[in-house]
């Protein structure tokens, strides 16, 4: 079903905010697809399952973070150089109809941290279809 999505990224650390999408999205079950507002041809999905959290930007070169609800997960970048792996660590987690919210940190090769980051997506529209 079509429906209005709204991302709101923020930065942990920083505590900078920025609205990564607001606009137009399919929600299918648990998976959301919605395209960037500055950049509408690079898309997003987001799949809230029972057990992982799957949270992939589909661009030429992409990325995909994978969170275990139990903590644990894994996180691939591709960029022009190449690929990086890293280990990601599931902070928080809520499901609501209109609402998901995820926070992550990704840590490198030596545990520390490259990203700490919160990601909440305000969903209407649901109740109408």
């Not at 299918?28 to 960037?36: D, F, N, P």
């Not at 995909?64 to 599931?90: C, F, H, N, T, W």
Request: charged fraction near 25%; include cysteine.
């Amino acid at each position: 079903m079509e429906i209005q999505v709204r991302l709101t990224q923020v930065d942990c650390v920083s505590e900078a905010t920025q609205i990564i999408a607001d606009g137009r999205a399919v929600l299918h079950g648990h998976t959301l697809i919605y395209a960037e507002s500055q950049h509408p041809e690079i898309y997003h999905e987001v799949t809230f399952g029972r057990q992982k959290i799957l949270l992939r930007r589909r661009t030429e070169y992409g990325s995909q973070v994978l969170l275990d609800r139990s903590g644990r997960g894994s996180a691939s970048i591709k960029s022009p150089y190449g690929e990086m792996r890293l280990e990601a660590v599931l902070s928080a987690v809520e499901q609501q109809d209109d609402r998901w919210m995820v926070e992550y940190q990704l840590l490198d090769d030596s545990h520390a941290v490259v990203t700490h980051q919160r990601m909440i997506w305000e969903l209407t529209g649901i109740s109408d279809s």
